[in-house]
Structures are given as structure tokens and as C-alpha cells.
T-cell receptor, first 112, second 113 residues
Framework: NAGVTQTPKFQVLKTGQSMTLQCAQD?????MYWYRQDPGMGLRLIYY???????DKGEVPNGYNVSRLNKREFSLRLESAAPSQTSVYFC???????????FGQGTRLTVV | AQSVTQPDIHITVSEGASLELRCNYS??????LFWYVQSPGQGLQLLLK??????LVQGIKGFEAEFKRSQSSFNLRKPSVHWSDAAEYFC???????????FGTGTRLKVLA
């Protein structure tokens, strides 16, 4: 059971570089999410996709863009990385409201 | 807006001792509540969930949680902690109609041998 798969697991970027974090789920879930985790701040929602074809901003969307490529895949793009985006990024999926979310293993991103 | 508060940032217990992790939420109606566990370097794993019905819910790894509407709380408990329970624990609430999950800031559990 793969569940939610994120790539890459680790990444180091220089300030100003761009990159895309990939996420895929094989549970046929409708909704997908991107969170960032920073010490003492819990998980903060960056963007989410309630269903294929829709995306919405979460709590901390600035500096990020997302694409819901199809039902399985939801990517997060950093157009011009900044040190403040150093964090651990988690992708999650769920079958929609009132169900639990399933998480990937995370991507540890460092921007120098 | 809904919010989740975990008042304890760090908790240390001895192996074999009982454990209670606190979680308070802010929401008018009965929310959908979750506890997740995160081991170092890993993603989040669901321990248990409360949607409705019996206010005492059982989860995996011997954990349970009790929903108390009067106190707006959903505390996580375990009668006897094992060294492998050392991890970070997150309480979360489903924000109905918004497709969002709101997480607390987490409680890091340390277990002394």
C-alpha cells in the first residue's frame, strides 16, 4: 500500500531557485492538501484541492503555487525560493469533509 | 474561526506510567476530531478519530481519547507508556464545509527508561 507518495524526500535550494514538489495518492481520494511544518507552529495549510479541477489558498499561500494535475497528483511549486521557506512539507489526501487525512512522509527543504 | 490548542509543548513520563495529552478546540457545534502521531523523520499517522456517538474512542497502539463537550476537550490517554511512544502528537479538527483540517501546535512526548 503506497498511500501518499512525495518526492523528493530532501532538497537543498539556493535563494531564488525554483522547484516543484510532487505528490501522488493511490487511494482514489477527492481532496488533497499541502502543509508546511515548522518547529512550535504545528502544521499550517498552504493550499488545498477539494476535488479535481479546483484549488484554494490555505493559511500561508504566499510564495507558492499548486497544480492539481489529475485526481492522483497535486504538485507544489516554489517559483523563487526564500530562506523563510525552509521547512518540512507534507502532502495529504482525504475522501473529503468529515473523513481523516492520510499523509506522505514529507519533504525536508532547506533554502540557503 | 475554528482553533485547536495543545497547551503542553513538551511532556516527559517514565516508561510504564500513565499519559494524558490535552487538546481543546474552539467550535460551536460538535466537531470531527483527530489525534495523529509523528515519529521522528516520519509523516503523520492517525491514532484515532471522533465523529459522533460514544464519547470514549479507542485507537491504535493502546491509545484512547475522550470527547467532553462541556469542556471543549478531546484528551488523549494511555494507561501505560512504552519507550516506543516517544514522538510528537497532534490534535486536529475538521473544519466542516471548508475541506480544511486545523492542527494544534503539537506535544512532544519523551519517555524515560
Amino acid at each position: 500500500n503506497a498511500g501518499v507518495t512525495q518526492t523528493p524526500k530532501f532538497q537543498v535550494l539556493k535563494t531564488g531557485q525554483s522547484m516543484t514538489l510532487q505528490c501522488a495518492q493511490d487511494m482514489n481520494h477527492n481532496s488533497m492538501y499541502w502543509y508546511r511544518q515548522d518547529p512550535g507552529m504545528g502544521l499550517r495549510l498552504i493550499y488545498y484541492s477539494a476535488s479535481e479541477g479546483t484549488t484554494d489558498k490555505g493559511e500561508v499561500p504566499n510564495g507558492y503555487n499548486v497544480s492539481r494535475l489529475n485526481k492522483r497528483e497535486f504538485s507544489l511549486r516554489l517559483e523563487s525560493a526564500a530562506p523563510s521557506q525552509t521547512s518540512v512539507y507534507f502532502c495529504a489526501s482525504s475522501d473529503g469533509p468529515n473523513t481523516e487525512a492520510f499523509f506522505g512522509q514529507g519533504t525536508r527543504l532547506t533554502v540557503v | 474561526a475554528q482553533s485547536v490548542t495543545q497547551p503542553d509543548i513538551h511532556i516527559t513520563v517514565s516508561e510504564g506510567a500513565s499519559l494524558e495529552l490535552r487538546c481543546n478546540y474552539s467550535y460551536g457545534a460538535t466537531p470531527y476530531l483527530f489525534w495523529y502521531v509523528q515519529s521522528p523523520g516520519q509523516g503523520l499517522q492517525l491514532l484515532l478519530k471522533y465523529f459522533s456517538g460514544d464519547t470514549l474512542v479507542q485507537g491504535i497502539k493502546g491509545f484512547e481519547a475522550e470527547f467532553k463537550r462541556s469542556q471543549s476537550s478531546f484528551n488523549l490517554r494511555k494507561p501505560s507508556v512504552h519507550w516506543s511512544d516517544a514522538a510528537e502528537y497532534f490534535c486536529a479538527v475538521d473544519d466542516p464545509g471548508t475541506y480544511k483540517y486545523i492542527f494544534g501546535t503539537g506535544t512532544r512526548l519523551k519517555v524515560l527508561a
